[in-house]
């Protein structure tokens, strides 16, 4: 097996670098070496622990000891006292262990990580089956919690609620290794990995499609029951617009019957801060006093639904034409394009682009979407430079339901240029010019006399 061959190797290397350590050479002021017989490591045999691990059936703890950089470290360990091993099953580590959290202890920032989970195996006495005691020893791993609780209940040796399936599997005069069922983990570095395991999950956030809908049910093809408070599964275009009367309406969110989300006062709060924050007092008008967006977004928010409102500042919406905003409906056209059915932060959008690069975001505006990419160490929004705008106040406010990101200019989308297909070339036909009646009429009575033709 491989990693038989990798322990051996491991073994051959261990004791040639204790050979040759036990050595050294020391230098005299008349510039002469001479051999001097201090050790620079500690003096280990064949027939340590250490030796033994790394030749043992235990290969996926000895391949761990190895990346975790524990030779020396353990060997200094040994060297002041026995130790007492715990080492988990090939299969404890190998299968049973979960992918991501191994994944998590591979990787080289989190070096600290696994060098405590391994040394939270190791404990700095020798304790012999016969000789089980019920009681809290600590471990080479540094930290007040770090200890393992050993009990003997029922005749089965147990370790931090790990069962001992091999005792005395391997002795030897400066230590035992023990067998145990599965993986100890110390709180220490289930908290770093809780800890990475959120930061990751919200370092970027892709968007996601709507669910599909059956378009002549108007429901889901799969529905699944929600719990109270999830989010719900139509698409947010159908709350906005559920069809004719006869069609089915949309399912009713958590926020419907149970108000388990408040949007109106949600909407009327992040308007306020949008007063008191300054230089959005345009946008604030036209949600309120224009148009009656204010009021859909409050019942949005209230089915469930949450929202990341791209606010242009006054100095943006000034440069709007008179044009732009007097069309029917233009003022909701507008900012229909400027809301994203998604919750999105500053850090979360400017992590997508920095991964993804360009991503592209649903509006409200069907069906065109908003495009954003990094650019100058900030989010960019739309295409060209007339037509974009870059985050430039964000997370004016964010409240886990509705985002609030200031921008620098409005948002328009591309429209499609249709080029009209260029006609066939008509062929001109010219009419012979007719005479009038009275000619004809002379013309043909000459004709009769064979006189010459009016031709």
Not at 10 to 31: C, D, K, M, R
């Amino acid at each position: 097996m491989d990693f038989q061959i990798y322990g051996i190797t491991i073994t051959v290397i261990l004791l040639f670098s204790i050979t040759t350590s036990a050595t050294t050479f020391q230098e005299h002021p008349n510039g002469t070496t001479s051999k001097s017989s201090t050790l620079a490591v500690p003096q280990i045999n064949s027939n340590s622990i250490l030796v033994a691990l790394l030749d043992s059936h235990y290969t996926e703890l000895s391949e761990l000891v190895e990346k975790a950089l524990l030779l020396q470290t353990l060997e200094e360990a040994v060297s002041k006292h026995n130790i007492t091993i715990f080492a988990p099953r090939n299969e404890a580590l190998e299968r049973d262990l979960d992918p991501e959290f191994k994944r998590f202890l591979l990787e080289p920032g989190n070096l600290k990580s696994l060098q405590n989970l391994l040394l939270f195996h190791m404990i700095p006495t020798r304790i012999v089956s016969k000789h089980w005691p019920a009681r809290v020893h600590a471990t080479l791993c540094a930290g007040d919690d770090n200890v393992v609780h050993m009990v003997d209940k029922n005749g089965e040796k147990i370790v931090s609620s790990a069962k001992v399936v091999k005792l005395d599997d391997i002795v030897k005069p400066d230590g035992i290794i023990h067998g145990i069922e599965r993986v100890l983990i110390p709180k220490s570095v289930q908290q770093d990995f809780n800890t990475r395991r959120s930061l990751r999950s919200i370092s970027a956030v892709l968007p996601e499609g709507a669910p599909e809908v059956d378009p002549r049910t108007n429901r889901l093809k799969k529905p699944a029951p929600l719990p109270a408070g999830a989010p719900p599964v139509l698409p947010i275009y159908d709350a906005m617009a559920p069809g004719p009367s006869l069609a089915p309406a949309p399912a009713p969110g958590p926020g419907g019957p149970h108000h388990h989300f408040d949007g109106e006062s949600q909407v009327k709060d992040f308007i306020q801060t949008l007063l008191h924050y300054g230089g959005y007092n345009e946008l604030a008008d036209i949600l309120v006093n224009l148009t009656s967006l204010a009021t859909e977004m409050g019942k949005l928010v209230s089915e469930g639904y949450v929202l990341t409102v791209l606010a242009p500042n006054d100095e943006a919406m000034a440069k709007l034409t008179t044009d732009q905003l007097s069309e029917p409906g233009a003022p909701e056209q507008i900012m229909y394009y400027h809301l994203i059915p998604e919750y999105q932060t500053e850090e979360s959008m400017y992590n997508s682009v920095r991964r993804f690069g360009k991503v592209k975001y649903d509006t409200l505006r069907l069906p065109h979407k908003v495009v954003a990419e990094e650019a100058d160490g900030s989010v960019k929004f739309g295409s060209g430079e007339e037509g974009s705008a870059y985050l430039f106040d964000p997370d004016i406010y964010t409240d886990g339901r509705i985002s609030v990101q200031g921008i620098d200019g409005v948002l328009f989308p591309i429209e499609e240029i249709k080029v009209a297909p260029v006609a066939a070339p008509v062929a001109k036909v010219v009419a012979k010019p007719r005479r009038g009646k009275l000619m004809e009429v002379v013309c043909g009575t000459l004709g009769s006399y064979a006189f010459a033709s009016c031709h």
